[in-house]
């Protein structure tokens, strides 16, 4: 997922698209807000910019959806709308990647096909991020595999714990306890874990995002308002027979724990998930693992 399209100038809140919808006439307008706060909507880590003559929503500075407005209609649309199912048929174009879907006042509308679509979408470009920065943090261990080649590799040492560490007491409220909690859950279902830290940015005051790895991405410890979310990068292969996951649970791929406050973590389930993950990392890197021819003995 490395060919993922960035926009480094995406904001919290771009001022222009206020500007742009000033300049709309009803009852576009009206289509063009409606649809485009469902896509601001999606989560707190939902990102904007007005680009190339549309109001454009990322997740980071990856987007994932747009609305724009003609003489007659408007469309809502998707960045990777060729990879979404559309049971309703509402996806309109032909490119390798996008996808609108074209909205005339007066005309009939699946609107909950259409919310499906959207936060189909915010799913997908969540996954491809954890997808690609899973593909960074193995380019990464390699490198320091081979740049430290005959020393012990360190996994999970108080080198890669401390930003971590410092993050959850720089939260101060029921967060910091919770996710402090749920680092010593996961340590303790996997003692050769590797901690680290991603995208660190403004918005999250520079902590960043907590990631927990072994073979793979296991998961990541996101903290918004009202919840610490626990996200599985491959959580829709796991089973779950205690019914832990709460959240993301329309993807292929990934699903969440949503923890809030004064919420009790079955420990003891959350460890068995967290082991189940470790087993899948390893077993898929086992199986993508290129087979070698043996090795010929001296004597030969």
Not at 36 to 47: I, N, P, S, T
Request: proline share 4%.
């Amino acid at each position: 997922m490395s060919d993922l399209l960035r926009f480094s100038n995406a904001i919290r809140r771009d001022p222009q698209i206020e500007t742009w919808f000033s300049g709309l006439t009803d009852p576009f307008r009206s289509l063009a807000q409606t649809w485009f706060e469902r896509l601001r909507g999606c989560g707190a880590d939902v990102r904007e910019l007005f680009h190339d003559g549309c109001s454009v929503v990322c997740v980071e500075d990856a987007p994932f959806g747009y609305v724009n407005a003609f003489k007659a209609h408007v469309n809502v649309g998707f960045y990777c709308g060729a990879m979404l199912a559309d049971p309703a048929g509402l996806l309109e174009g032909q490119g390798k990647r996008m996808r609108h879907v074209k909205l005339r006042p007066g005309d009939e509308l699946d609107a909950d096909a259409l919310r499906d679509l959207i936060e189909a979408a915010y799913d997908d470009i969540r996954q491809r991020l954890l997808i690609a920065a899973e593909s960074q943090l193995n380019k990464a261990t390699t490198t320091m595999k081979n740049s430290k080649s005959g020393k012990k590799e360190e996994t999970g040492g108080d080198s890669l714990s401390k930003p971590i560490a410092a993050g959850t007491n720089e939260l101060s409220d029921w967060r910091s306890e919770m996710l402090a909690r749920i680092r010593s859950l996961i340590k303790q279902a996997d003692p050769e874990v590797v901690e680290d830290v991603k995208w660190r940015k403004p918005s999250n005051s520079m902590l960043g995002v907590p990631v927990w790895s072994h073979a793979g991405i296991i998961c990541t410890g996101e903290t918004y308002k009202t919840a610490v979310k626990m996200t599985f990068a491959h959580g829709a292969a796991l089973e779950d027979p205690a019914g832990l996951f709460n959240s993301s649970l329309e993807g292929n791929t990934r699903r969440a724990i949503d923890f809030h406050e004064g919420d009790k973590i079955d420990e003891q389930a959350l460890k068995t998930l967290i082991r189940a993950a470790v087993a899948l990392n390893t077993a898929s890197q086992a199986t993508n693992r290129p087979v070698r021819a043996p090795k010929k003995s001296k004597s030969e």
